[in-house]
């Protein structure tokens, strides 16, 4: 582990209930109130970067960090953060959050699975019974079981523990050289650059000092920035880390995830309908335009922009506890009920773009956006501040950088939207090895998902096939169900950009092909 820079304190693990992004406290409040906090579900893990394995002494430490977790609880102070920065938090949810606490006893199966000291082939049987070697490598397997309500903040600490895992005993070739004036000159290209953007960096950072640092470098960006008043439109909106958000009195940013959809279409055995249901029962909990950027691709955005066009009919509840429908409740609206109820497009105030090619996700939500005016007779899209028609917003969040911000930031601009950024990984995970410095200390690409809900496979089907989530049968399916179509997202030299094993370059980089 690299020894932190002269001022700083190395903090090891997860401290705080609030380490963990925004849209996990927020799908844990709508899953409670739409009645499915009792369900039953699993959730898996999944290495993208199967090449990068840990070693049996960080397995034994990520044993004892996780089983801490049962410490966390959500203190007076960060209650009162809650109540001011998220007005949205009904009081009976931050009640529960304050009685909430992990059970990563019963809850949590762990597993090391020994390798070749090489980190690849078979199993060698004879490092395997070598249970002293705390040097013999290999991949771990981890799974999530429990009630809905109850697992869902697992995730994130989970995976800011791995990573801390492997970059404590596996890849210790690093140090913090530069990396507060490295988060400072890309938040300065960001803000000089006309850009929106937040620090979403949390679940693949690689300690807990890395985050912090970076922080650190984009305030003071901010500020001269700030100070400068060169006014280009750049904005540091905030993290999505809810603990450094409290830590630095900025704005907790987030909305959903993939999560929310996925367990609703496995809990009413519906890909058709879940998107609709999901953006209902949203609505039902956070109102109208509160959180109100709607998230795509879970089962497609093509089949999502079919549910997003529709309008709005509320399902009928006789209390907040009471369970939604499932798909095969059918509700029926009389013509005055609908004439005049805005469509979901409508009553969000954009979009995020999580997979695929993000210009020709642009150019899609331009035509969407177009054809609903035209077919409802109204302009969809509000008036902004500056006065320009359309002005919707799309979010960008898939591993981004600086110069990708920059560039679809115009291409968005071109197009008529509002643009923002969820910068994660380029943040809190861009190194170097100290003993090479021109090779990339590659950074662990990895993922935990809901698995199961009610019983059922839980899939995500994504506008990228390399981030197809969930069983294979299931996944083939659902893709029939629905009338999906694989797309690959190719660069200009044709090389596949969706390649999720070598995203972030580095160690076992694609011959001939960019990372």
């Known amino acids: 582990m690299a020894t932190p820079p002269a001022g700083h304190v190395d903090h090891e693990g997860v401290t705080s209930i609030l380490d963990t992004d925004l849209y996990k406290l927020t799908m844990q409040c709508a899953v409670l109130h739409s009645g499915y906090g009792d369900v039953a579900v699993t959730y898996s893990f999944t290495n993208r970067t199967p090449q990068l394995k840990i070693t049996r002494r960080g397995f034994e430490w990520l044993k004892r960090q996780i089983y801490q977790l049962r410490t966390l609880a959500l203190t007076?102070?960060?209650?009162?953060?809650?109540?001011?920065?998220?007005?949205y938090f009904p009081e009976s949810y931050l009640s529960y959050l304050k009685d909430f606490r992990f059970s990563p006893g019963c809850q949590v199966g762990l597993e090391f699975k020994p390798c070749g000291g090489d980190g690849g082939g078979d199993v060698d049987v004879e490092?395997?019974?070598?249970?002293?070697?705390?040097?013999?490598?290999?991949?771990?397997?981890?799974?999530?079981?429990?009630?809905?309500?109850?697992?869902?903040?697992?995730?994130?600490?989970?995976?800011?523990?791995?990573s801390e895992t492997y970059f404590r005993f596996s890849d210790v070739d690093w140090n913090y050289d530069g990396q507060e004036e490295k988060a400072y000159g890309k938040a300065v290209r960001l803000l000089e650059g006309g850009c929106l953007f937040s620090e979403f960096g949390t679940r693949r950072r690689r300690s807990y000092l890395t985050q912090e640092i970076v922080l650190k470098g984009i305030l003071r960006a901010r500020e001269e920035y700030e100070k400068s008043g060169k006014g280009k439109g750049g904005v540091f909106a905030g993290t999505s880390n809810v603990h450094f958000a409290h830590r630095f009195n900025l704005a907790p940013i987030g909305t959903v995830a993939?999560?929310?959809?996925?367990?609703?279409?496995?809990?009413?055995?519906?890909?058709?309908?879940?998107?609709?249901?999901g953006?209902?029962?949203?609505?039902?909990?956070?109102?109208?335009?509160?959180?109100?950027?709607?998230?795509?691709?879970?089962?497609?955005?093509?089949?999502?922009?079919?549910?997003?066009?529709?309008?709005?009919?509320p399902l009928?509840?006789?209390?907040?506890?009471?369970?939604?429908?499932?798909?095969?409740?059918?509700?029926?609206?009389?013509?005055?009920?609908?004439?005049?109820?805005?469509?979901y497009a409508e009553l969000f105030d954009g979009v995020r773009q999580d997979s695929g090619d993000p210009k020709w996700f642009i150019k899609m939500m331009k035509v969407f956006y177009d054809t609903?005016?035209?077919?409802?007779?109204?302009?969809?899209?509000?008036?902004?501040?500056?006065?320009?028609?359309?002005?919707?917003?799309?979010?960008?969040?898939?591993?981004?950088?600086?110069?990708?911000?920059?560039?679809?930031?115009?291409?968005a601009e071109d197009h008529g939207f509002r643009s923002s950024f969820g910068v994660g990984t380029d943040l809190t995970?861009?190194?170097?090895?100290?003993?090479?410095?021109?090779?990339?200390?590659?950074?662990?690409?990895?993922?935990?998902?809901?698995?199961?809900?009610?019983?059922?496979?839980?899939?995500?089907?994504?506008?990228?096939?390399?981030k197809n989530t969930g069983d294979k049968k299931t996944v083939e399916e659902a893709k029939r169900e629905i009338g999906y179509v694989d797309r690959l997202w190719k660069g200009e030299t044709g090389e596949d950009l969706g390649d999720e094993r070598f995203r972030w370059g580095g160690e076992g980089e694609k011959e001939g092909g960019k990372s």
């Open 76 to 87: 007076d102070d960060e209650l009162a953060f809650l109540r001011e920065k998220c007005p």
């Open 279 to 313: 953006l209902e029962l949203w609505i039902s909990c956070f109102g109208p335009s509160v959180l109100s950027i709607a998230l795509t691709d879970t089962f497609g955005t093509e089949l999502f922009l079919e549910c997003f066009k529709k309008p709005r009919v």
């Open 127 to 162: 490092a395997q019974d070598k249970e002293e070697d705390g040097d013999v490598v290999g991949d771990v397997t981890i799974s999530i079981n429990g009630t809905w309500a109850g697992t869902i903040l697992y995730e994130i600490p989970l995976l800011v523990l791995i």
């Open 429 to 466: 995970n861009d190194f170097v090895h100290a003993s090479t410095p021109t090779k990339k200390s590659t950074p662990l690409n990895i993922v935990i998902k809901i698995s199961s809900a009610a019983g059922n496979y839980a899939v995500k089907i994504s506008d990228n096939p390399g």
């Open 258 to 277: 993939h999560e929310w959809f996925m367990g609703l279409a496995a809990i009413t055995k519906s890909y058709l309908t879940a998107n609709t249901l």
């Open 372 to 411: 609903l005016e035209r077919e409802t007779g109204r302009s969809v899209c509000a008036v902004g501040s500056d006065g320009v028609k359309g002005r919707k917003t799309i979010v960008f969040s898939d591993s981004l950088n600086t110069d990708l911000c920059l560039e679809y930031r115009r291409c």
């Open 316 to 343: 009928p509840t006789t209390s907040t506890t009471t369970p939604a429908p499932t798909s095969t409740t059918t509700t029926t609206a009389t013509p005055q009920d609908t004439q005049d109820t805005l469509t």
